[in-house]
């Protein structure tokens, strides 16, 4: 696996449109807010008490990290399929920079036509209700009749979304804090069309400073981080299922180091995957 920055976007597979977004059900647990999430293990709760508490002040204390981790997310999608998954959505970055994305793409008279989607529907779901709070509000700042998103409780190890009924899935900055990786990713293959994309974004243990981390945390912290190699990360997403696209390292400043995944949901002709990132 390389080290080095993402080079050109990545080829994407046509995917055929599910029903319009109003259309998808929704199970109703997840708009529950003393739902299972809150009812689970010791690490559910201190997980949905920490990012409680967190929702205020995560933008200014982790804004600049998850834009620029973000930002390689929406590369790897690219170009952008209309209906997209956000797990573990946090406070609504990553849709606000889909649907600043969007916005480019319209605007580009240069741009290829299938790279110029006509609308953009986005679903995020997360444990804690002050973050989707947060990302109700931000919400509406950027929503237009071609850019929509709605927001749920959700876990990623039971996605309240039917089977087929997305086109990609991301999963960003949070594989190392989901309890259960294996259902995670199996609720994943359900909910992907055939030959739709799953992008996975996460701290790195190949890095020695994530390592360091890792250890610091689970010194002087109760909540429980799985933080994993590219190697691992790579085998699990295999073992699910998937056909992997592109795998690499990067940094985000010096001290945070993370893995890149673009992976297929496989059909009769999707392309194995090769260790070398997109190159222009």
């Known amino acids: 696996m390389q080290g080095s920055p993402l080079q050109r976007r990545p080829e994407t597979r046509k995917h055929a449109l599910s029903p319009a977004l109003d ?17 689970g293990s010791t690490q559910d709760r201190l997980l949905l008490d920490r990012y409680d ?3 205020d002040h ?38 606000e920079s889909l649907a600043a994305a969007f916005r480019r ?21 997360d444990v804690s209700e002050s973050m989707l709070r947060k990302a109700r509000e931000r919400v509406r700042s950027y929503t237009s009749d071609r850019v929509r998103a709605r927001f749920y409780r959700g876990r990623a190890e039971e996605i309240p979304l039917p089977d087929h009924s997305m086109q990609a899935i991301v999963i960003a900055n949070a594989f190392h804090l989901i309890r259960d990786p294996e ?12 030959g739709g994309s799953l992008v996975v ?31 691992r990360m790579l085998e699990r997403i295999r073992q699910a299922g998937f056909t992997v696209q592109h795998g690499f390292r990067f940094r985000v400043r010096p001290a945070w180091g ?11 002709d999707t392309p194995s995957w090769s260790r070398n990132e997109p190159s222009r």
């Open 23 to 39: 259309a998808i059900p929704v199970s109703g647990s997840v708009a529950d807010t003393d739902g299972r999430a809150s009812r």
């Open 53 to 55: 508490r967190w929702a």
């Open 58 to 95: 995560y933008d200014v204390a982790l804004g600049q990290y998850s834009k620029a981790t973000l930002a390689m997310a929406v590369r790897l999608l690219e170009p952008l399929p209309r209906r997209i998954l956000d797990v573990a959505c946090g406070t609504g970055l990553l849709t």
């Open 105 to 125: 793409r319209q605007n580009d008279p240069a741009g290829e036509p299938e790279c110029r989607p006509g609308s953009l529907e986005v679903i995020g779901i």
């Open 183 to 194: 259902a995670s990713l199996a609720e994943c293959r359900r909910v992907l069309v055939p």
């Open 201 to 231: 974004i996460d701290w790195c243990r190949d890095f020695l400073s994530m390592r360091a981390l890792a250890w610091l945390l689970r010194a002087t912290q109760r909540l429980q981080r799985r933080v994993e190699t590219s190697a």
């Open 258 to 268: 993370l893995m890149a995944f673009r992976a297929l949901l496989p059909t009769c």
